[in-house]
């Protein structure tokens, strides 16, 4: 698998990009330069983006552009930017559009944990796979930042559970004005009240979504379950390092309900284990609604388990996107831009390349 991950990954960012030059330019290529096919990718300003390359849905989940503004307005400017025309919807962005307390948690605890650390030295293939990093520990409230978190969660729900349904109605009309579609709302809902995760789920529904996302684990997916099924939609549960703990599997949580769906992050799952994501993709490809799409390093390389530039890393970007492609399935594919930009790019640009990055595979 090594090799042909190396063979795969020819279709490098030094190859495909170049230049800078070579992404304002690509859009006027023809494809058959790539040696697939003839059709020609053209953008055209004030027309609506289409994502959609042969048969495969490529998004983005809204997280990408966390270092920018937000709201539902700059959503839409940087989906048109990069020609996505499908999203998971973080839903801090639509509520504080919509006018939503602000969070005192928002930005409180610093900067997010340095990358794991290596790979023991030794034989390289007796080494077994890292398991996951602890969970960052979160410093102790002080008794301020305590009553003002108490608080907000009343505000918050109050909040919610007054605001009018058309509102999210009229949201879906700007995104589908747009050309958007929200396929996802990560609205993480589990340890809501019960009145608030039917808020969520009617608001996923208001907006054309699938189902509500949620960080996987067991008391989430048995709280949230008969609220997808209650609301005719899904749960949706994405997972990080979880599958490098011995004997871990989806199946307990498929058992709980048909509604039970599952968002893959196949960079989280290759970083920590080294196995191909498609192994997961192909046993449980009825169950997933989407892909988090990321290049990384394995969990035997120096550095282990760290997030690339698409292209110089050694997740098989490729052989997902082509399998999801050759079966038809209805996955979508959703870029998660978790690598450092640097200062002279910005997260959008970023996004963009890796769409072409896609289209380059698909088309």
Not at 25 to 44: D, Y
Not at 70 to 97: H, P, Q
Not at 208 to 226: D, S
């Amino acid at each position: 698998m090594e090799n042909n991950s190396k063979s795969k990954r020819n279709l490098s960012r030094r190859k495909f990009l170049g230049s800078t030059a070579t992404v304002a330019a690509f859009s006027l290529m023809p494809i058959n330069l790539f040696g697939r096919g003839t059709q020609v990718a053209k953008e055209v300003p004030g027309t609506k983006p289409n994502s959609n390359f042969g048969g495969v849905q490529i998004g983005t989940i809204t997280y990408s552009w966390r270092d920018k503004p937000g709201g539902v307005e700059n959503i839409i400017k940087y989906c048109t930017e990069t020609g996505i025309s499908s999203i998971e919807l973080m839903s801090n962005d639509v509520e504080e559009f919509l006018g939503a307390p602000k969070n005192p948690m928002m930005g409180m605890f610093g900067p997010p944990p340095p990358p794991p650390l290596k790979a023991p030295a030794g034989n390289p293939a007796a080494t077994p796979p890292a398991a996951p990093p602890p969970m960052q520990q979160r410093p102790e409230l002080t008794a301020d930042q305590k009553a003002a978190l108490a608080k907000y969660n009343q505000d918050i729900k109050a909040w919610r559970l007054a605001l009018p349904m058309s509102k999210f109605d009229d949201v879906r009309k700007m995104f589908d004005n747009a050309g958007i579609k929200i396929h996802i709302v990560k609205f993480s809902p589990a340890r809501w009240s019960d009145e608030e995760i039917d808020y969520a789920f009617n608001a996923a529904k208001a907006l054309g979504a699938k189902g509500v996302t949620e960080e996987l684990g067991m008391e989430a997916v048995k709280k949230l379950a008969p609220f997808a099924e209650k609301h005719g939609l899904f749960a949706i549960f994405h997972q990080h390092m979880q599958f490098a703990t011995p004997g871990f599997s989806y199946d307990p949580f498929m058992a709980v309900s048909p509604a039970v769906m599952f968002n893959f992050d196949s960079g989280h799952f290759f970083g920590s284990t080294g196995i191909h994501p498609n192994t997961i993709i192909e046993k449980y490809h009825d169950r997933i609604v989407s892909v988090h799409m990321k290049d990384k390093t394995g969990p035997k390389t120096d550095p282990a388990n760290t997030n690339q530039v698409w292209g110089q890393g050694e997740a098989p970007v490729e052989d997902i996107l082509l399998l999801i492609k050759k079966n038809g399935w209805p996955i979508f594919c959703d870029i998660e831009l978790e690598y450092e930009v640097k200062p002279w790019s910005n997260s959008v640009k970023e996004v963009k390349t890796c769409v072409h990055y896609a289209r380059q595979i698909l088309v």
